[in-house]
T-cell receptor, first 113, second 115 residues
Framework: NAGVTQTPKFQVLKTGQSMTLQCAQD?????MYWYRQDPGMGLRLIYY???????DKGEVPNGYNVSRLNKREFSLRLESAAPSQTSVYFC????????????FGDGTRLSIL | AQSVTQPDIHITVSEGASLELRCNYS??????LFWYVQSPGQGLQLLLK??????LVQGIKGFEAEFKRSQSSFNLRKPSVHWSDAAEYFC?????????????FGTGTRLKVLA
C-alpha cells in the first residue's frame, strides 16, 4: 500500500541545471498536486491537475512546468534551476473536489547551489 | 480572498498536559476544513476533517477539533499530549466551488513536548 511515491528523496543541483521530480499514486485518484514547503511559509501550491489531461497554475508556478503523464503520474520540471527554488517539494493526490482530503508523499529535498 | 491563519508558530507543552492549537480562516461560504500533522522528514498526514454537521469532529491519535462559525475558527485539541505528538501541525481550508480543488494551508505550528 504505497500511496504517493516521490523520487528522488534528495537532490543537489547547480544553478542552471534542469531536473524532473517524479510522483506516482496508486489510489486511482483523479486530482494531483505539487507543493513547495519553505520555513515559515507553510505549503504553497505550484501546479495542480484536476484530472488526467488537465493542468493548472497554482500560487507559485514561475520557473516550473508539469506533465500529467497518465492518471497515476504527475511530474514537476525545473528547466533552469535557481537558488530560490531550494525547498522541499511535496506531491499529493485526492479524489475530485475541495472537500476531499489530500494524500501526501514523503517529499523531495532539493538544494540548488 | 481565502486565507488561513495559525497565530502560534511554536508551542511547548509538558507530556500529559492538554493542548489547543489555533486556526482561523477567512472564506465566503461554508468551508471544508482540515488538520494535518507532519513528523520530521515526512509528508503530511490527515488528522481530521470538517465538512458539515456536528461542529465537534474526532480524528486519529486522540485529536479533536471544534468548528466555530461565529469566530471563524477550527481549533485542534488533545486532552493529554504524548511525547510522540511532537511535530508540526497544519490547518487547511478546501477552497473554491465544486470543480476547483485547491487547498490553502496555514503556516503551521510546531509542537514541542517536554518529558
Amino acid at each position: 500500500n504505497a500511496g504517493v511515491t516521490q523520487t528522488p528523496k534528495f537532490q543537489v543541483l547547480k544553478t542552471g541545471q534542469s531536473m524532473t521530480l517524479q510522483c506516482a499514486q496508486d489510489m486511482n485518484h483523479n486530482s494531483m498536486y505539487w507543493y513547495r514547503q519553505d520555513p515559515g511559509m507553510g505549503l504553497r501550491l505550484i501546479y495542480y491537475s484536476a484530472s488526467e489531461g488537465t493542468t493548472d497554475k497554482g500560487e507559485v508556478p514561475n520557473g516550473y512546468n508539469v506533465s500529467r503523464l497518465n492518471k497515476r503520474e504527475f511530474s514537476l520540471r525545473l528547466e533552469s534551476a535557481a537558488p530560490s527554488q531550494t525547498s522541499v517539494y511535496f506531491c499529493a493526490s485526492s479524489e475530485r473536489g475541495g472537500n476531499q482530503p489530500q494524500h501526501f508523499g514523503d517529499g523531495t529535498r532539493l538544494s540548488i547551489l | 480572498a481565502q486565507s488561513v491563519t495559525q497565530p502560534d508558530i511554536h508551542i511547548t507543552v509538558s507530556e500529559g498536559a492538554s493542548l489547543e492549537l489555533r486556526c482561523n480562516y477567512s472564506y465566503g461560504a461554508t468551508p471544508y476544513l482540515f488538520w494535518y500533522v507532519q513528523s520530521p522528514g515526512q509528508g503530511l498526514q490527515l488528522l481530521l476533517k470538517y465538512f458539515s454537521g456536528d461542529t465537534l469532529v474526532q480524528g486519529i491519535k486522540g485529536f479533536e477539533a471544534e468548528f466555530k462559525r461565529s469566530q471563524s475558527s477550527f481549533n485542534l485539541r488533545k486532552p493529554s499530549v504524548h511525547w510522540s505528538d511532537a511535530a508540526e501541525y497544519f490547518c487547511a481550508v478546501g477552497a473554491g466551488p465544486s470543480g476547483t480543488y485547491k487547498y490553502i494551508f496555514g503556516t503551521g505550528t510546531r509542537l514541542k513536548v517536554l518529558a
